[in-house]
């Protein structure tokens, strides 16, 4: 199992996939989105590589992306670097129908799940959803 | 001629608009068809922008001006001053 899922499944909302070298940040990410907007939006946290050191195991991201495309559909937020990878090499494994309903977000990771969870909880859609969390690019915190 | 309504609702003491009452008001607002703003400390947010109410960095106590334009603008301010209001922890 890929990491943190919160209630949510089955229910129609858009969900969020993150990605991130580590399993802590990728989990606390999601205790933090749930926490904010709720139970509702369906979170998969993948954090660390196959071995569980810090790395990105693009087994687990290609399998969350094809789920998330078998449901209501996901935004992908990742950190950086070979996430970042992981991320593409998936997308290029998925098809052209699968990749519509799986829309990667060029985001920072935190800021971004944020705004995506709580716009996803509205029942928004998943390019919607991802320009929320593209948002967070330009969002002033001072 | 769209509908503007504009009301002000002042946080309760002991609650920050931080992250999870954020949310909380966020989601609301975002119900509503009208845009909808929240000012705060001479800051001026999209009320549907969890991002932008967290950067307005209201505390307790704080008064927040509330601005909606939209055929719901009257029933937008009047859900999001009460909820302001009932916020907690």
């Known amino acids: 199992m890929p990491g943190v899922t919160t209630e949510g499944g089955e229910n129609g909302y858009v969900g969020l996939i993150l990605v991130s070298h580590s399993a802590s940040i990728a989990e606390g990410v999601a205790e933090l989105v ?5 139970q509702e939006v369906p979170i998969v946290a993948i954090g660390g590589a196959s071995d569980g050191s810090l790395g990105t195991d693009g087994g687990k991201v290609l399998e969350a992306l094809r789920s998330a495309a078998a449901g209501p559909g996901a935004v992908v937020l990742m950190d950086l670097g070979s996430s970042v990878l992981a991320v593409r090499a998936a997308q290029g494994e998925l098809s052209p129908a699968e990749l519509e309903s799986v829309v990667v977000a060029d985001a ?4 971004g799940a944020l705004a995506a969870g709580v716009t996803a909880s509205t029942g928004a859609s998943a390019p919607e959803v991802a320009a929320a969390a593209e948002e967070a690019r330009v969002a002033s915190k001072l | 001629m769209p509908a503007s309504s504009e009301r002000t609702a002042v946080l309760p003491g002991e609650v920050a608009l931080h992250a999870r009452p954020a949310g909380a008001f966020v989601k609301d607002a975002a119900r509503f068809q009208s845009s909808i703003a929240v000012a705060a400390n001479g800051k001026r947010a ?34 999001l001053a009460t909820l302001v209001t009932e916020l907690a922890e």
Do not use: C, F, R, Y
């Open chain 1, 34 to 38: 749930a926490q904010v907007a709720g």
């Open chain 1, 108 to 111: 920072p990771l935190v800021e």
């Open chain 2, 46 to 79: 999209n009320a549907k922008s969890i991002l932008e109410v967290l950067g307005l960095g209201a505390t307790g106590g704080t008064e927040l001006t509330l601005s909606a334009s939209g055929d719901d603008a009257a029933e937008a301010v009047d859900h």
